[in-house]
């Protein structure tokens, strides 16, 4: 059993839709992360929640302590937000990451 | 200012032989994090140096695994007797702390054992 789980596992968008990636965890956390890669390879942070809701431009992380579980969303997406989103969640005592194993994004013009 | 560097940025190696990867963290960045991702794979977590001590090294994928930092700047990942199964980018990235909002990711090296 995977201790993170994403979905969905691919996802077509026209430009301009509203895009939800969920993700759920089944360990004890300090923090879930939101990381994105580019089809070159190159990993940004996103965001890093312990809690409640966040805002970067279009991007909004939710998470739901209680029900483990985290979304992320992109209004009026655009080509450029094609990548693979990744959720990651470090363990509660900071010592280790688990990571879903990516959402593959394709936002058509 | 720079961002988190690795080196070498592609490694070619036959198999049984030993390697070393560098990370050079941004500078001031006191946390350091080692990933792993294979071809076509999620990312895995390997180790994570506070400073120069790594609390946990269980995440290492085999004894043939070691990593060490010094004066809490740049680290090595060390690979011996190098497995096919070791194919992978390696990832490095840093943090101010480990509680700070934002990891910066390296641009991987990418290791290769023929």
């Known amino acids: 059993k995977n201790e993170v789980e994403q979905s969905p596992q691919n996802l077509t968008a026209q430009e301009g839709e509203f895009i939800t990636i969920n993700c759920s965890y089944s360990?004890?956390?300090?923090?879930l992360h939101w990381l994105q890669q580019h089809p070159g390879g190159g990993i940004v942070s996103l965001f890093m929640l312990s809690s409640g809701k966040k805002k970067h431009g279009r991007l909004i992380a939710t998470i739901n302590i209680q029900e483990k579980h985290s979304s992320l969303h992109i209004t009026a997406s655009h080509p450029r937000d094609s990548a693979v989103y990744i959720c990651a969640v470090r363990s509660g005592n900071f010592n280790k990451f688990y990571f879903g194993s990516g959402t593959k994004l394709n936002v058509k013009p | 200012g720079a961002g988190v560097s690795q080196s070498p940025s592609n490694k070619v190696t036959e198999k049984g032989k030993d390697v070393e990867l560098r990370c050079d963290p941004i500078?001031?960045?006191?946390?350091l994090y080692w990933y792993r991702q294979s071809l076509g794979q999620g990312l895995e977590f390997l180790i994570y140096?506070?400073?120069?001590?790594?609390?946990?090294k269980s995440g290492l994928p085999s004894d043939r695994f070691s990593a060490e930092r010094t004066g809490g700047s740049v680290s090595t990942l060390t690979i011996q007797r190098t497995q096919q199964e070791d194919s992978a980018v390696y990832l490095c990235?840093?943090?101010?702390?480990?509680?700070?909002?934002?990891?910066?990711f390296g641009p991987g090296t990418r290791l290769t054992v023929t």
């Open positions: 140096f506070q400073g120069n001590s790594a609390p946990d």
């Open positions: 500078s001031g960045h006191t946390a």
């Open positions: 990235a840093s943090s101010f702390s480990p509680g700070s909002n934002e990891q910066y």
């Open positions: 360990v004890g956390i300090s923090a």
